[in-house]
């Protein structure tokens, strides 16, 4: 009976008095005094904050930490883009990536893949194929976006290529 009830105790009794650190978040104080003065916006809310974005906080205050300087000027570079476009184009790129993240992780390795193939060409055959898109109506565009969900291109998805 008493082996019943010690077994009770810790399949429903104990979770109950588990550390429950983890929903209730970071304290302010375990961050690094760096964290810190980077969090500061964050200070006076941080307690109200989700647990969930305290950590993406710290964790994002710790990436920046770690950059060498010519890597958190093209941060910030990046960022003042992102601050520059319209408010809907934001919300587009937010929508696009809430779509990539449903992707199988193969087709998201993928579309890193040919967006990375992209990038490594250079700037001008970059800007052609930008005009070239442009150029193409909505229909053009959705077709070839059509043929190449039914049949991509092969070259392009081998990374040996």
Same mark, same amino acid.
């Given at each position: 009976?008493?082996?019943?009830?010690?077994?009770?105790?810790?399949?429903?009794?104990?979770? !109950?008095?588990? #550390?429950? =650190? !983890?929903?209730?978040?970071?304290?302010?104080?375990?961050? =690094?005094?760096?964290?810190?003065?980077?969090?500061?916006?964050? !200070?006076? &809310?941080?307690?109200?904050?989700?647990?969930?974005?305290?950590?993406?906080?710290?964790?994002?205050?710790?990436?920046?930490?770690?950059?060498?300087?010519?890597?958190?000027?093209?941060? &910030?570079?990046?960022?003042?883009?992102?601050?520059?476009?319209?408010?809907?184009?934001?919300?587009?790129?937010?929508?696009?990536?809430?779509?990539?993240?449903?992707?199988?992780?193969?087709?998201?390795?993928?579309?890193?893949?040919?967006?990375?193939?992209?990038? #490594?060409?250079?700037?001008?055959? &970059?800007?052609?194929?930008?005009?070239?898109?442009?150029?193409?109506?909505?229909?053009?565009?959705?077709?070839?976006?059509?043929?190449?969900?039914?049949?991509?291109?092969?070259?392009? #998805? #081998?990374? =040996?290529?």
């Amino acid at each position: 009976m008493i082996r019943l009830f010690i077994l009770l105790f810790w399949l429903l009794g104990a979770p !109950a008095l588990a #550390d429950t =650190s !983890a929903d209730t978040g970071i304290p302010w104080e375990r961050l =690094s005094p760096e964290q810190q003065r980077l969090l500061t916006p964050f !200070a006076e &809310r941080w307690k109200n904050l989700p647990p969930e974005r305290q950590e993406r906080l710290q964790r994002g205050a710790q990436r920046w930490l770690e950059m060498a300087p010519e890597q958190r000027a093209q941060a &910030r570079e990046r960022f003042r883009r992102w601050q520059a476009l319209p408010p809907e184009r934001r919300e587009a790129i937010r929508e696009r990536f809430r779509h990539f993240r449903t992707l199988p992780p193969e087709q998201q390795q993928r579309l890193l893949r040919r967006w990375q193939r992209f990038q #490594d060409l250079p700037p001008a055959e &970059r800007e052609h194929l930008r005009e070239r898109w442009r150029q193409l109506t909505p229909e053009q565009r959705e077709a070839l976006r059509e043929r190449w969900r039914q049949n991509p291109p092969r070259q392009l #998805d #081998d990374p =040996s290529h």
